[in-house]
């Protein structure tokens, strides 16, 4: 499929160089069929790219009918006012001849959402149509929505067409169940936010990082009352956004980057050129139009990539120095570079500009992906250290997180904060332990020289993990530190709900449960530090720059025979 878009785009660069109108003779007779010449210009071409003359022949006869369907529908508006629309369908129902769908623009977007659904097999409710980077909202007129004459519309998919999912029962079933599952998780992100927007002077902003924004030194920004509002739902869907991304939910990612593209543009430049935020978004909107294949439907993609790149050098310099200055090195900033001149080096290539995205796709990357690929194998000996030491997966990166990866100053946060992952514990291997200690862990501390009393109180609190209790007394002279003392009679997790407060209550959902159920969706999902979006395994882009630069490879040989 890359290949055919570079041959599509360097065909179409042919054509326009040589000012060839392939609608017209001797290309298409008047019966608007394909004439003789078309071959001709086929084999030219084919030895000037050296490729196959069929293959070529076959592209530059699609690119004529669409000019001359374009022609034609260019007509009919203007005598009729029915626009074409472009559809852009999924992956696995995709064509090598464009979808074109006529229609009128005073209807509601609902109304072109069936259309499409019947026109191309679809079930209505499980599909999501995204026009100029915005979701069809279904209550308003085309028009009204800046659909125009022309325009290109993404089909995004929630369950597979009926054709398919009759081909077996339970799979149509489990399908159905899905695109429910994912229409609810959307609805309930869009009310989590909206709820968390609205009651954002409740919420603590220790808790909740992302209402906090701050440049790159990580001092905070003051944000304008006006403005708050926007920015909180711009980088709450942002954060859900990308938390669909990791989990490869393209489908649904989509519409949550986009809102939050929406809502960023209700915020002043002068905020949106000091902090990292609103590129980040940038990338991840042409990185998930290209992992949903539908980078053509982004027709500013290149626009996107270049406010990415301009903002990233206000933020870190030229060369990055101010990272350097900053944090004493590029750090794992260097991922988002990666990320930019991948894109940037696959829309050249379809594009047909084989030597720019060579270009892209060398630079640096090479250096990055063994740094990165080092500081990953750094970070997980030393998780996997903390952890052995007893210290739950969440602890451990919180520490280490603080520590700027150092063991040790790690290790040291830990014992001086044992409140970081007490109760916070979701390590099985440690909330497995019995919250009365064995007389053998008791004894085991004693042997180390510490009080029965305090042996024993250290115990029930870290449920018998005889390590965190021996390094936590040993840190504190002997005893547990005041916040950690449980009352006499007192166990770290005796329920306090009685069976008549919990009868009273079961299996009744009232508004207030289904609004606190949607933000704490939200923030779930929210990331464990500020700098969690550069956290990254780079495994997709490993393959994909692989499989790029064997294209340009290509391109490069068959140059060289020329």
């Not at 293959?55 to 029915?82: L, P």
């Not at 902090?275 to 982004?298: H, M």
């Not at 626009?303 to 900053?326: D, M, P, S, T, W």
């Amino acid at each position: 499929m890359a290949q055919k878009k570079y041959l599509q785009a360097k065909l179409t660069q042919f054509l326009r160089e040589d000012r060839i109108q392939l609608w017209k003779p001797p290309y298409t007779d008047e019966n608007k069929e394909v004439g003789l010449a078309l071959k001709d210009l086929a084999k030219k071409y084919s030895d000037k790219l050296e490729c196959c003359e069929n293959e070529v022949e076959k592209i530059i006869e699609e690119i004529r009918c669409k000019a001359i369907e374009r022609g034609t529908g260019n007509e009919n508006y203007k005598t009729t006012g029915i626009a074409t629309i472009e559809v852009f369908l999924p992956p696995r129902l995709r064509k090598d001849r464009k979808n074109l769908l006529e229609t009128r623009l005073h209807i509601t977007g609902r109304e072109l959402r069936s259309k499409i659904a019947e026109t191309f097999g679809f079930q209505e409710n499980y599909i999501k149509i995204v026009i100029n980077k915005k979701q069809l909202q279904l209550g308003k007129a085309l028009d009204e929505q800046g659909v125009t004459h022309n325009v290109k519309a993404m089909v995004l998919e929630l369950k597979q067409s009926e054709e398919d999912a009759r081909k077996n029962f339970q799979v149509e079933e489990e399908e159905q169940n899905e695109a429910e599952l994912k229409e609810k998780r959307i609805q309930r992100t869009k009310r989590g936010l909206e709820i968390l927007a609205e009651r954002g002077e409740m919420v603590d902003p220790e808790t909740t990082p992302y209402l906090e924004i701050a440049n790159q030194t990580g001092r905070s920004i003051k944000i304008p009352p006006s403005e708050r509002k926007a920015l909180t739902l711009a980088m709450g869907y942002h954060e859900k956004g990308r938390a669909f991304l990791k989990r490869k939910e393209y489908g649904i990612a989509l519409p949550c980057l986009l809102d939050a593209d929406k809502y960023f543009c209700e915020c002043c430049r002068e905020l949106l050129d000091t902090v990292d935020n609103y590129a980040v978004l940038q990338l991840d909107i042409v990185w998930c139009y290209f992992r949903l294949e539908q980078l053509e439907c982004l027709d500013d993609a290149e626009k996107k990539l270049n406010l990415a790149q301009k903002c990233f050098k206000n933020c870190y310099g030229e060369n990055h120095q101010r990272l350097v200055h900053i944090k004493g090195n590029c750090g794992k900033e260097k991922v988002l570079f990666l990320r930019l001149y991948l894109l940037q080096g696959i829309r050249n290539y379809h594009s047909g500009n084989g030597e720019e995205a060579c270009e892209y796709l060398n630079k640096e990357l090479a250096q990055i992906r063994r740094e990165e690929k080092e500081k990953r194998r750094r970070r997980l000996e030393n998780i996997n250290s903390l952890k052995g030491m007893g210290y739950s997966t969440h602890a451990a990166k919180q520490a280490l997180h603080q520590a700027s990866g150092n063991l040790d100053a790690a290790l040291k946060i830990l014992l001086s904060n044992p409140h970081m992952w007490w109760f916070n514990d979701s390590d099985p291997n440690i909330n497995n332990h019995q919250e009365s200690p064995s007389q053998e862990n008791i004894d085991q501390l004693v042997y180390m020289g510490f009080d029965t009393g305090a042996a024993e109180a250290a115990l029930r609190v870290f449920k018998g993990n005889v390590q965190l209790a021996a390094q936590t007394l040993a840190h504190n002279g002997g005893s547990l530190p005041p916040d950690l003392q449980l009352p006499v009679d007192e166990s770290p997790s005796t329920p306090t709900t009685s069976l008549s407060d919990s009868a009273g209550t079961s299996g009744v959902s009232t508004d207030e449960d289904m609004e606190t159920e949607a933000v704490n969706e939200i923030l779930e999902d929210l990331p464990e530090h500020e700098e969690d979006y550069l956290d990254s395994t780079l495994e997709d882009e490993e393959i994909i720059i692989a499989e790029y630069l064997s294209y340009v490879e290509n391109i490069k040989s068959a140059t060289k025979k020329n």
